[in-house]
């Protein structure tokens, strides 16, 4: 049975969540940690050579 | 040297998607062929047609000769002969229209939060782990992107990469290149418009047969083969660069990546290296014809210029025409663009110079003289007395091209303690080297002392009045017996 607030699906019966307007601070978090635990790193050097971004993205598999 | 390899985006073969690629060699060639379109949107030299910026490019002007019809006469009672009626007449018109202008310009050294440069692949310890992307040095910007294209700017020509250098053409429109300015026109008289019936005409009637125009190659961005076409997700193939500002990785634009390059291209083309500086010149020893040459023509008179109009018994008038075909005079004059330093065209190389005459203990006149020929010789002549001696001289200041190019100033300082006298050309004014131009301090009297004339002598070259070539000149003459 799907999970419903006002009528809408929040989440589905196939697990799919919906309708999600936004997050609060500890979801973003938890969202955050969880991109970060994938390791996919992009590290921005300057000139110098001092790393001064570490990005960490979702890992994207359909895409080689 | 560090020639680094930026990285931009590009859809894997079938996809839709991009991917960050490290630009091929050839990529970067690519690229390197746009610093022209870079170079063209604020070039240094640069070229202007009149005004009173730069100099004159050497070698002007540029000479138009044609043919106007002589004044028109009246009578009462008859025509005037051929012999009574002015004579058609050769008009010169000279050209000196081209300036090239120097901007002075310092190399950029800067780099803004230490990311100004494009990226490209880069792991501090060789391992994927650290992978990233590292902003270029500007040290690593000018072995990759600067000095490798500097010198496809000279050798003339108006392909995509000689955007921003200027050539010379007769077409009102060319094709990638915008029109200056005019340097010269080619008029002749125009024979047809002179009629008989309309005595008495005007004397000057021309046909303006070719403007000489000055057009700067000046290429769209979207010729580079970096062009993806106006549809694509990405309009350029441009490498990618951190923005600081925004915190987000960006492509270059052609407007981005012009504003970026374009000074590195302003100090090296325009001054900041003598073995890249772009200069023009019209003829001259350096350098390769950079366009359409000047010709010029002018009618030259064939058959009889005499025409007559009777009015009435009281009015017969005469006049003569231009009348004959086109034929070209004087030398073709060559639109040049040069790289690199310039040839030496003068010198005083032997220089310091020094003429001395001394009676030494017995009687006679003493001369010192000192001469810059037209010949293009610098020489002591009349070193009369005992002995009469020279240093540096004779000497060819002239290695090429013609003495009056050149003016030539003695500023000097004359002490006459023996009684002699001086005969000089002039103390501290230019003059022309087309004439001979003579120093002389002489001393025939019997008064103890020396007589000198000690100065600084300079050459320069009449278009830009830069001073080419210096050096001291020392003459003394001392009669004493």
């Known amino acids: 049975m799907a999970l419903k607030i006002n009528g809408l699906d929040v989440v589905s019966d196939t697990y799919v969540l ?47 | 040297m560090t020639v680094r390899a930026p990285v931009y985006m590009l859809a894997p073969l079938g996809e839709t998607y ?42 002007q002007p540029f000479v138009d000769t ?13 025509f005037d002969t051929a012999a009574e009626t002015p004579n058609v007449f050769k008009v010169t018109d000279n050209y000196s229209n081209i ?30 782990v650290n992978a990233g992307f590292r902003a270029m040095s500007v040290t690593d910007f000018i072995d990759t992107f600067v000095l490798p294209v500097l010198d496809s700017f000279g050798g003339g020509g108006q392909t995509f990469q000689k955007s921003g250098t200027y050539y010379m053409t007769t077409s009102a429109a060319p094709a990638n290149a915008t029109i200056i300015g005019t340097a010269a026109l080619n008029q002749e008289a125009n024979v047809a418009a002179y009629a008989a019936s309309s005595i008495p005409e005007t004397p000057t009637q021309n046909n303006n047969i070719t403007t000489y125009s000055i057009a700067k190659v000046n290429y769209p961005a979207t010729t580079s083969v970096l062009w993806e076409g106006a549809t694509a997700p990405l309009l350029y193939d441009l490498p990618m660069y951190f923005d600081s500002g925004t915190e987000s990785i960006k492509q270059h634009t052609p407007a981005t990546w012009a504003a970026l390059l374009n000074p590195f291209l302003r100090f090296y083309l325009g001054g900041g290296s003598s073995a890249h500086t772009i200069s023009y010149n019209v003829n001259g020893a350096d350098g390769v ?47 040049k663009i040069h790289q690199g330093a310039l040839s030496t065209l ?14 030494n203990g017995l ?16 020489d002591a002549t009349g070193t009369s007395g005992n002995p009469g001696t020279s240093s540096g001289l004779p000497d060819t200041w002239l290695i090429t091209g013609a003495a009056a190019d050149y003016e030539v100033r003695f500023t000097y300082t004359q002490t006459l303690n023996g009684g002699g006298t001086v005969t000089s050309a002039g103390n501290g004014v230019w003059l022309n080297c087309g004439t001979t131009r003579t120093w002389k301090v002489s001393d025939s009297s019997n008064t103890i002392g020396t007589n000198n004339i000690l100065g600084f002598l300079e ?20 009669q004493d017996p």
């Not at chain 2, 202008?101 to 990226?119: E, F, I």
């Not at chain 2, 070259?461 to 001392?478: E, G, H, K, P, R």
Request: glycine letters at 8%.
């Open chain 2, 363 to 378: 009687s006679g006149s003493c001369n010192s003289t000192f001469n810059v020929r037209n010949t293009g010789v610098c």
């Open chain 2, 289 to 335: 014809t950079n366009g359409t040459v000047f010709t010029d023509t002018a009618i030259t008179t064939a058959g009889s210029t005499y025409n007559t109009r009777f009015v009435n018994a009281d009015d017969y008038r005469t006049q003569e025409f231009p009348t004959g075909t086109a034929t070209v005079q004087g030398a073709s004059k060559a639109f």
């Open chain 1, 18 to 64: 919906s309708n999600v307007a936004n997050t609060d601070v500890t979801t973003q978090t938890t969202i955050n940690s969880a991109i970060i635990n994938q390791n996919n790193i992009l590290r921005i050097y300057d000139s110098a050579g001092t790393e001064i971004r570490t990005l960490f993205c979702a890992n994207a598999t359909a895409q080689p």
């Open chain 2, 18 to 59: 991009k991917q960050v690629y490290p630009f091929s060699a050839q990529g970067v060639t690519e690229i390197n062929d746009l610093a022209g379109y870079a170079f063209a949107l604020n070039p240094n030299p640069r070229i202007e047609i009149g005004g009173t910026n730069g100099t004159l490019a050497a070698g």
């Open chain 2, 99 to 128: 300036r090239i202008v120097y901007d002075s310009v310092t190399l950029p050294t800067g780099d803004t939060n230490n990311t100004q440069y494009p990226l490209y692949l880069y792991s501090p310890d060789g391992t994927e």
């Open chain 2, 66 to 78: 044609w043919w106007s019809a002589g004044a028109s006469t009246t009578d009462v009672t008859n």
């Open chain 2, 459 to 478: 050459i320069r070259d009449v278009a830009t009045l830069t001073i080419q070539s210096s050096t001291t000149v020392d003459m003394s003459a001392d």
């Open chain 2, 346 to 359: 003068v010198a005083f190389a032997s220089g310091p110079y020094s003429a001395s005459a001394s009676s």
